[in-house]
């Protein structure tokens, strides 16, 4: 079955960068229609994507934020990393990563991890 | 950019109640529109897709329909373990989530 998990510091200071890993199963990132995207959840919020990479490493990044993201993936060992420089504590939230499929049928995240919370605090 | 608009922003309902929830595109956004479910203290689980689809394991008295601009979710009898927050989004350019509905037992 399909599974995500996500991994990574639970508190960064602020200026620091963030790295986070996407570790999944039950799919490959270099089958067509296959991408993983990286979501956030501020406290008490709505949902924000942050940015994705397909089965072609074709990256999209959420216009707002693409100065401080990349995101990479590495297909041998199923992992996908999103890196967040200059961490600021408004980017205190719970990290989701999702796979999203995109397909003649849908375009949707039909998976997701059960997400990190990272806190930003010195 | 594309902005997703949900009503209402909560509301209570009675088991077994029917319950609506609209979200209205900026944009014609075809039928490129998916509803998630976020129970407290979880990640959101998929429930329709392509704006009328039901996802695989989903129960059958989620349904939603819709085109162009506007879209309902409807639960066609409310059940405890529905206590949630929905959100709609769309994929029809980049991609936008709502704001969330609140659904909550009365």
């Known amino acids: 079955q399909v599974t995500l998990r996500e991994s990574g510091p639970a508190l960064v200071k602020p200026t620091q960068t963030l790295t986070l890993t996407c570790t999944f199963s039950g799919f490959s990132l270099t089958t067509s229609g296959m991408c993983v995207s990286w979501i956030r959840q501020t406290p008490g919020k709505a949902l924000e994507w942050l940015a994705f990479?397909?089965?072609?490493?074709?990256?999209y990044y959420n216009t707002s934020l693409m100065s401080r993201l990349t995101i990479s993936k590495d297909t041998s060992k199923n992992q996908v990393v999103l890196t967040m420089t200059n961490m600021d504590p408004v980017d205190t939230a719970t990290y989701y990563c999702?796979?999203?499929?995109?397909?003649?049928?849908?375009?949707?995240?039909?998976?997701w991890g059960p997400g990190t919370l990272v806190t930003v605090s010195s | 950019d594309i902005q997703m608009t949900q009503s209402p922003s909560s509301l209570s309902a009675s088991v077994g109640d029917r319950v609506t929830i609209t979200c209205r595109a900026s944009q014609n956004i075809n039928t490129f529109l998916n509803w998630y479910q976020q129970r407290p203290g979880r990640a959101p689980n998929l429930l329709i897709y392509t704006a009328s689809s039901l996802q695989s394991g989903v129960p059958s008295r989620f349904s939603g329909r819709g085109s162009g601009t506007d879209f309902t979710l409807t639960i066609s009898s409310l059940q405890p373990e529905d206590v949630a927050t929905y959100y709609c989004?769309?994929?029809?350019?980049?991609?936008?989530f709502g704001q969330g509905t609140k659904v909550e037992i009365k």
């Open positions: 989004q769309q994929t029809y350019r980049i991609q936008t």
């Open positions: 999702a796979r999203r499929r995109r397909d003649d049928d849908t375009d949707s995240y039909d998976f």
């Open positions: 990479i397909d089965w072609d490493d074709d990256k």
